[in-house]
């Protein structure tokens, strides 16, 4: 495991913010959703594709709070623009399980 240094760690900006749409992305090369995440007035609302289809289903996931890296540079996924990271870990079986918080807090809130 390389080691980063706590600026290198900085220099990541996580945020908070709430699922407002979510859309099937059957053109996506492995199983997905396209997310639409509002961050609040700051950032505002941002796009990206996440491979979640095992634990989530697009309605299902409208309202949820999520962490994501909001700047990173946009990536083109097949026909969708990605621009932000959504955060998750491995559950036993390697299928994502999102990053949220437990209460709710504000939409945009940065991760300490």
């Not at 600026?7 to 492995?30: H, M, N, Q, S």
């Not at 932000?84 to 807090?105: F, H, Q, R, W």
Request: aromatic share 6%; charged share 25%.
């Amino acid at each position: 495991m390389a080691e980063v240094t706590i600026d290198d760690f900085l220099k990541l900006d996580i945020r908070v913010g709430t699922v407002t749409r979510a859309e099937p992305f059957p053109e996506a090369r492995r199983p997905a959703i396209k997310l639409w995440i509002d961050f609040g007035a700051e950032i505002g609302q941002k796009k990206c594709s996440a491979q979640i289809t095992q634990h989530y289903d697009p309605e299902g996931i409208i309202g949820q709070q999520v962490l994501a890296v909001v700047n990173f540079p946009p990536r083109q996924i097949g026909p969708f623009m990605s621009e932000c990271l959504t955060l998750g870990l491995s559950d036993e079986n390697g299928d994502i399980v999102l990053i949220g918080p437990k209460a709710p807090v504000p939409d945009g809130g940065k991760m300490h």
